[in-house]
């Protein structure tokens, strides 16, 4: 059953805590992502990978890191340097074809609240 | 820039047409998506459209691009209550990162 797992669905996260967000897929995608979203808003890019051991910053990339030390899968740590963390989080992957194919795929999410 | 503007809100009667409008402003994109989230969920690709295209029909989903407006529209023939979700339409910025817009609230009504 192919797809795209994260998890957990649900992480709570004192102040001050590092705390690391797992995205696995079994797609063989190439390209991997890490989205935001927040109330109301749409989506925006925090890191995004084109291939095992690159990883790029996307658009709100401060407070947070990545790595990808494996095709399957994409980590992202929330560190305490992050003001404002509590957020819904999306992992997505593509083949990094540039015509259609490379359409990003999602997983469920995880939500994330800092108490 | 990129941007990607939509009207927040929808409401539809069962069985009526749904029409959730977008607007972009990068011309030199390819292609554009629309996708569904469900409350709580992930978001689930509906269709897309290359920016060659006027129209593209699946199903129930018909996508009509003004290119020249940079208008891109999302009608939902015979709406369901299953089809009370959000709707994103987004387009693809450089380096193959999509922009998003804020998304739609569609809620359908008996």
């Known amino acids: 059953d192919g797809g795209i797992t994260q998890s957990p669905k649900y992480l709570f996260r004192k102040e001050g805590q590092n705390v690391t967000l797992s995205c696995e897929q079994n797609l063989n995608h190439d390209a991997m992502y890490w989205y935001r979203q927040d109330p109301g808003q749409g989506l925006r890019l925090i890191y995004y990978s084109q291939i095992v051991n690159d990883f790029q910053k996307g658009d709100i990339a401060e407070g947070y890191s990545v790595s990808r030390e494996k095709k399957e899968s994409f980590p992202l740590t929330v560190t305490s340097a992050q003001k404002n963390p509590t957020a819904f989080y999306l992992c997505?992957?593509?083949?990094?074809?540039?015509?259609?194919?490379?359409?990003?795929?999602f997983g469920p999410g995880t939500r994330l609240t800092v108490l | 820039g990129e941007d990607v503007e939509q009207s927040l809100f929808l409401s539809v009667r069962e069985g009526d047409s749904s029409v959730i409008n977008c607007t972009y402003t990068d011309s030199s994109s390819t292609y554009l998506y629309w996708y569904k989230q469900e409350p709580g969920a992930g978001l689930q690709l509906l269709t897309y459209?290359?920016?060659?295209?006027d129209m593209k029909q699946d199903q129930r989903l018909t996508v009509l691009l003004n290119k020249k407006d940079k208008h891109l529209s999302l009608r939902i023939a015979d709406t369901q209550t299953g089809d009370s979700a959000i709707y994103f339409c987004a387009e693809k910025g450089g380096y193959n990162k999509l922009i998003f817009g804020a998304g739609t609230r569609l809620a359908v009504h008996p």
């Open positions: 459209i290359f920016s060659n295209m």
């Open positions: 997505a992957s593509s083949i990094p074809a540039g015509g259609p194919g490379d359409t990003q795929y």
